[in-house]
């Protein structure tokens, strides 16, 4: 049976009232969500995207409304809509639901923005009625989305609690002789025993494939003295993202592995500790970058330090050179460097972090160090 859950309404009311405020002050005359993580966010639908329009019409100055099909209007009854005042105009084939999204808008002739996620299905017919073509709706929504309120740091809470669960386990899965696909499989198994409603994500990188930062998992076959990168996540109701890295040693690791892991450690360590209001996006990846560099390892660090993490688990802010985003309290993103020895091994150490007002809050508790994990007999 599907389970979901939503926040309570007065939290998706909030959001409403200062999406469209929000939509006021950057001169629009409204927004228009389709399915998607917006749409979740604004009033905790999780309706999907077909062939026929199912949207939220958000005028800056107005009452919402949702134009969708009457045969997906029980995709509603899990959201907030019955509690929000938001009018639904429902609609049949033969009906024209652009025309209905013309009119919710009103006649404000100012632009309007729809969610990133449209469809060009829906972005076309909906541009030829409004007589223009819409703008993006992401630099409405992005600061709203990005500064977590209590109840979404709650669920963040719980998400990484839940995957520090899943990391305790990961040593008892990893036995040379058994395939990296066989591990992913009882990780995956694991995740959704310790709390998500699903594995979003597990990455399973042993010896060679630890390099690959976005390696999955294969048939390779584990080895004692492996290194072994596990980068696993997922979400847990209502919708919140999980996302955490340990890299295990299968057996006594080699001293340079020893010597490099430390600098990775202290990069990871030094990055959080960077973390406060304030500080821009890029100085967070600059911290990890600079411990590397100084050990001469900045070549095998390929990606950014980090991303933001929500109901997605990717979004913003991208702790990433180039960002002069300053740091608010309520950011939620990760602190993951890594190091990748192209055809030898790899790295990562990855901790979600919350903005407080003085600092960070880290939402995993797992030991940072390199986990040995003894070496017994190989699997049959």
């Known amino acids: 049976m599907c389970v979901t859950s939503r926040?309570?309404?007065?939290?998706?009311?909030?959001?409403?009232?200062?999406?469209?405020?929000?939509?006021?002050?950057?001169?629009?005359a409204g927004l228009v969500i389709t399915p998607g993580y917006d749409l979740r966010y604004l009033i905790g639908s999780r309706a999907q995207t077909f062939e026929r329009l199912t949207a939220l019409v958000?005028?800056?100055?107005?009452?919402?409304?949702?134009?969708?099909?009457?045969?997906?209007?029980?995709?509603?009854?899990?959201?907030?809509?019955?509690?929000?005042?938001?009018?639904?105009?429902?609609?049949?084939?033969?009906?024209?639901?652009?025309?209905?999204?013309?009119?919710?808008?009103?006649?404000?002739?100012a632009a309007v923005a729809v969610t990133d996620s449209m469809p060009a299905l829906h972005l076309l017919p909906l541009a030829d009625v409004l007589g223009t073509t819409p703008v993006l709706a992401t630099g409405v929504l992005r600061d709203l989305r990005m500064i977590k309120d209590p109840s979404e740091i709650d669920a963040l809470r719980r998400a990484g609690a839940a995957i520090d669960r899943v990391h305790a386990r990961v040593p008892e899965f990893?036995?040379?002789?058994?395939?990296?696909?066989?591990?992913?499989?009882?990780?995956?198994?694991?995740?959704?025993?310790?709390?998500?409603t699903e594995a979003a994500f597990v990455i399973v990188g042993s010896g060679p494939h630890g390099a690959d930062p976005h390696h999955e998992c294969s048939e390779r076959v584990l080895q004692a003295g492996d290194i072994v990168v596990v980068d696993i996540g997922g979400p847990v109701e209502p919708g919140y993202n999980s996302d955490s890295t340990r890299t295990y040693s299968l057996g006594e690791p080699n001293p340079d592995v020893v010597q490099h892991y430390s600098v990775l450690h202290e990069a990871q360590r030094v990055?959080?500790?960077?973390?406060?209001?304030?500080?821009?996006?890029q100085q967070v990846d600059a911290a990890a970058r600079?411990?590397?560099?100084?050990?001469?390892?900045?070549?095998?660090?390929?990606?950014?330090?980090g991303h933001g993490i929500g109901l997605s688990v990717h979004e913003e802010p991208y702790i990433v050179a180039g960002n002069d985003e300053p740091l608010r309290a309520g950011m939620a993103f990760s602190v993951e460097p890594g190091i990748y020895f192209p055809g030898k091994w790899g790295a990562r150490i990855e901790d979600i972090v919350i903005v407080t007002a003085d600092g960070a809050e880290s939402l995993n508790s797992r030991p940072h160090d390199l986990v040995v994990v003894p070496v017994t007999e190989s699997a049959d």
Not at 174 to 196: F, K, Q
């Open 7 to 28: 926040f309570e309404s007065s939290v998706y009311a909030h959001r409403l009232t200062a999406a469209a405020d929000a939509a006021g002050n950057a001169g629009l």
């Open 58 to 109: 958000l005028p800056a100055s107005g009452t919402p409304t949702m134009v969708v099909p009457r045969l997906e209007l029980a995709a509603l009854r899990e959201s907030a809509v019955a509690d929000l005042g938001v009018a639904v105009r429902d609609w049949v084939d033969g009906e024209d639901p652009y025309r209905m999204v013309g009119e919710a808008l009103g006649t404000a002739s």
């Open 271 to 281: 990055a959080v500790a960077s973390v406060r209001p304030g500080v821009t996006a």
């Open 174 to 196: 990893l036995v040379p002789g058994r395939t990296e696909a066989d591990v992913a499989a009882d990780i995956t198994a694991a995740i959704v025993a310790e709390g998500h």
């Open 290 to 305: 600079d411990v590397l560099a100084e050990a001469g390892l900045a070549d095998y660090f390929v990606h950014r330090t």
